[in-house]
């Protein structure tokens, strides 16, 4: 595996590979949801690009940039055994200059829910993920579900910009309880953790409702609030099609149904896609 930290030294390495090259951000800490990616990526194409950078300018004034975790040796370790060909960890100086050109966000879809309670983060977001994509020169990257906003956002860039890539969705992995894997994770102590179980609980009451024949969406919204009651503070549930517009009526097939919630120290976010 060839660690590049610079453009150059990714541009170099490049030259060693040949063929079809699946690409997998991300910001690091890595854990079994991103090694889901790494493990698909790594079955469908010739050559596996891995990034870790945690990207500033997707970070808002006061969240948690400086105390973002960071584990580069893991990291390394577990993109080593999982046969990554270059890992690109760039410092914040070869990704950025001054007074950049910036991608913005649509201004209706880039700002309900996530963008709402996070206005400028889509920004950021996509900012990276086209430089990102450019350097890696990817036939296909791969996103996880978990950030199904994110996602629904990095497809229309790539629409939007006509951009050659192919854009793979990744299932969620949650642990044995149902607890969707995020970096953000160890910040829970273990009663948190237990509370944290409110947002999968929260989805699976929706799926409960959606079987029995419940499709109004205000209905499902109120009994997955019912269940919610040991988080901090929720702060949204929603249901939306695939691109994020708002529905009155669940339409299976095209359907996602999200919550986001305090508890204790990290905002957390889960999502299910019916
Ligand atoms: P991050 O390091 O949080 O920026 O995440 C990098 C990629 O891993 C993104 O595409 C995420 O959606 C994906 N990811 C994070 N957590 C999970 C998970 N629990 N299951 C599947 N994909 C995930």
């Known amino acids: 595996m060839i660690i590049a930290k610079t453009i150059d030294e990714l541009y170099n390495a490049k030259q060693t590979l040949s063929g079809s090259i699946g690409f997998v951000p991300t910001m690091g800490a890595l854990h079994h949801g991103h090694l889901s990616l790494i493990q698909q990526a790594r079955k469908e194409n010739e050559n596996l690009i891995v990034s870790i950078f945690v990207n500033p300018t997707q970070f808002l004034e006061g969240e948690d940039l400086d105390a973002y975790p960071r584990k580069e040796v893991a990291d390394k370790k577990i993109c080593e055994l999982s046969g990554v060909d270059i890992l690109f ?110 947002l999968s609980r929260s989805l699976k009451r929706a799926t409960k409702l959606v079987m029995a024949g419940e499709l109004n969406v205000e209905a499902i919204k109120k009994g997955m609030v019912n269940v919610l009651e040991d988080v901090d503070e929720i702060e949204y549930v929603a249901i939306v099609d695939r691109e994020f517009n708002a529905l009155k009526e669940v339409k299976i097939g095209n359907t996602i149904i999200l919550v986001a919630a305090w508890v204790g120290k990290p905002r957390l976010i889960d999502n299910l896609w019916i």
């Open 89 to 198: 960890m760039p410092d914040i100086g070869s990704m950025y200059e001054s007074d950049e050109l910036c991608i913005g966000a649509p201004a209706i879809r880039g700002y309900i829910l996530e963008g709402e309670k996070r206005p400028g983060h889509f920004d950021g977001m996509l900012q990276v993920v086209m430089k990102l994509l450019n350097l890696s020169g990817a036939t296909k990257a791969y996103f996880g579900k978990k950030d199904a906003q994110q996602l629904a956002l990095i497809m229309q860039m790539v629409k939007n910009y006509f951009m050659d890539v192919e854009i793979v969705l990744c299932e969620i992995v949650r642990d044995d309880k149902g607890l969707a894997l995020s970096s953000r994770n160890i910040y829970l102590d273990a009663d948190e953790k237990q509370r944290a179980l409110a």
